[in-house]
């Protein structure tokens, strides 16, 4: 199959293009460097052509205010010329519990962006991903300071990068699934508790706080972050992986 990967050059949207290619298919990766503008729709006809599946892999450039009309815009722009090519599969990279966090801005644009490709015209598939262990140095940054980092007690079940890559590339050459696909890592653990083993493996000397109110996952309740039964779930564990 031609499958085009918009934002095909990014962390993940590299790894699928690759998983892809070595699999038979071929994989053609698109983003504004390769002349395809997903916000402006520049490129976007070309890049689509002939193609049997796209993949979005694009994401918000901030997670503020402007992030609803970011996917209102570009998943406009896409499924207009994915109908246009007849393409027959468009998949989208979302987030577990993206709907039970109403109080975060940038979830309600990634639900946006579901509904918006569930209602569209082109048979679809949506996977849904926990936290991607390569975001925990970022997070470690939101509420830190020279002694200490402030986390909440979240529960949260990361997993790595490269296993959503490899998700991504099994539904995109599969049959469009006219629903979501959970993918996880194989640990839950509170998001304190994921600080202090990481800062360990750094050799970080920081303290970890414990802050119910502290950084952008503060809003999530409960399960909110935690897979729910039927997904998939990936064998890489964070120790294993931050002793890679």
């Known amino acids: 199959?031609?499958?085009?990967?918009?934002?095909?050059?990014?962390?993940i949207g590299s790894q699928v293009v690759r998983i892809?290619?070595?699999?038979?298919?071929?994989?053609?990766?698109?983003?504004?460097?390769?002349g395809v503008d997903l916000l402006s729709g520049k490129g976007l006809a070309e890049a689509l052509k002939g193609a049997d599946v796209v993949v979005n892999l694009t994401n918000s450039p901030t997670f503020d205010e402007a992030s609803p009309a970011y996917f209102q815009t570009t998943m406009d722009n896409l499924l207009a010329a994915a109908e246009a090519a007849g393409v027959g599969h468009a998949v989208v990279l979302s987030i577990?519990?993206?709907?039970?966090?109403?109080?975060?801005?940038?979830?309600?644009?990634?639900?946006?962006?579901?509904?918006?490709?569930?209602?569209?015209?082109?048979?679809y598939s949506i996977v849904r991903s926990t936290q991607f262990f390569e975001f925990m140095d970022a997070v470690l940054t939101w509420t830190a300071d020279k002694k200490t980092v402030r986390l909440p007690a979240t529960p949260i079940q990361p997993i790595a990068?490269?296993?959503?890559?490899?998700?991504?590339a099994d539904v995109s050459a599969g049959a469009p699934l006219q629903g979501t696909r959970e993918i996880a890592g194989p640990e839950v653990f509170a998001l304190d508790e994921l600080g202090r083993i990481t800062l360990a493996a750094h050799g970080d000397q920081r303290t970890v706080v414990t802050d119910d109110s502290a950084g952008m996952f503060a809003a999530a309740s409960g399960d909110a972050l935690v897979a729910n039964d039927g997904a998939v779930i990936f064998k890489t564990s964070y120790r294993d992986w931050l002793a890679r």
């Open 96 to 123: 577990v519990g993206a709907d039970e966090v109403p109080d975060l801005v940038y979830y309600r644009a990634k639900v946006l962006q579901e509904d918006i490709l569930k209602a569209g015209p082109v048979p």
């Open 161 to 168: 990068a490269a296993d959503v890559a490899q998700a991504v």
């Open 1 to 11: 199959m031609k499958i085009a990967v918009i934002g095909g050059t990014g962390r």
């Open 20 to 34: 892809l290619n070595e699999s038979g298919h071929e994989a053609v990766p698109h983003s504004p460097s390769t």
